[in-house]
């Protein structure tokens, strides 16, 4: 099947700091990817709809400013967390679309994000 | 509303067979998905239904019943390995993916 590819999967940082996440379908194009994050014990809960060439879409209650998406190419979509901070900690997932008609999700490996 | 009802947590025995279900209220729909989530890793995909019926994958089956608006993820010989969270999800009409919040399985020995 198709693959997902997301790096880091583990990442450290320092309250302050920004860090940035990718995304990369690796056999497809994907022109939609989506970037989830879970806390632990809960279920996944979309923070945003990344559109290749466009602005992505943010859910209700995430700050856009906060959490940079970029969707540049057909194969890669970045979420930069800027400025952490410690209630940023969480895992981050991404999943991609294969086309606009294509209801099955690739889900990425998960990124798992710990502000000092 | 948009929303996906599955139980919070069930537990069954190792060889067993148990069943976990499903029922969603979504604007449209274009297809179910059932995922595996170990904990801290990402979900595994298990199945896709789109057509009312059974869809049988070795150990895993996946029923739906669209005028129903509902499914169920059917788990024989239940191993240790198959304790996990396992997430429905459904497509509505702009192909967006409502999640339901998961069903934590627990075998026993």
């Known amino acids: 099947g198709a693959v997902v590819s997301q790096h880091p999967s583990w990442v450290i940082c320092k309250s302050g700091t920004s860090v940035k996440i990718e995304c990369r379908s690796l056999?497809?194009?994907?022109?939609?990817m989506f970037w989830y994050r879970q806390f632990p014990k809960q279920s996944l809960m979309l923070m945003a709809t990344?559109?290749?060439?466009?602005?992505?879409?943010?859910e209700q209650g995430v700050e856009k400013d906060k959490f940079l998406i970029n969707h540049a190419s057909l194969t890669l979509s970045t979420l930069t967390v800027t400025s952490a901070h410690p209630e940023d900690s969480s895992f981050y997932i991404c999943?991609?679309?294969?086309?606009?008609?294509?209801?099955?999700?690739?889900f990425g490996e998960g990124s798992r994000l710990t502000v000092l | 509303g948009q929303n996906i009802d599955q139980p919070t947590e069930m537990t069954a025995t190792e060889g067993a067979i148990v069943q976990i279900n499903c029922t969603y209220q979504?604007?449209?729909?274009?297809?179910l998905f059932w995922y595996q989530q170990h904990a801290g890793e990402a979900p595994t995909f298990l199945s896709y239904?789109?057509l009312d019926g059974l869809e049988e994958k070795g150990r895993f089956s996946s029923f739906l019943s669209r005028s129903k608006g509902y499914s169920y993820l059917l788990l024989k010989e239940l191993q240790m390995k198959d304790s996990a969270s396992y997430l429905c999800?459904?497509?509505?009409?702009?192909?967006?993916?409502?999640w339901g919040a998961g069903t934590k399985l627990i075998i026993k020995p």
């Open positions: 979504t604007s449209g729909f274009n297809g």
């Open positions: 056999d497809f194009q994907a022109t939609t």
């Open positions: 239904n789109v």
């Open positions: 999943s991609a679309r294969g086309g606009p008609d294509t209801g099955e999700l690739f």
């Open positions: 990344s559109n290749e060439g466009s602005k992505a879409t943010y």
């Open positions: 999800a459904v497509t509505d009409s702009n192909y967006q993916l409502i």
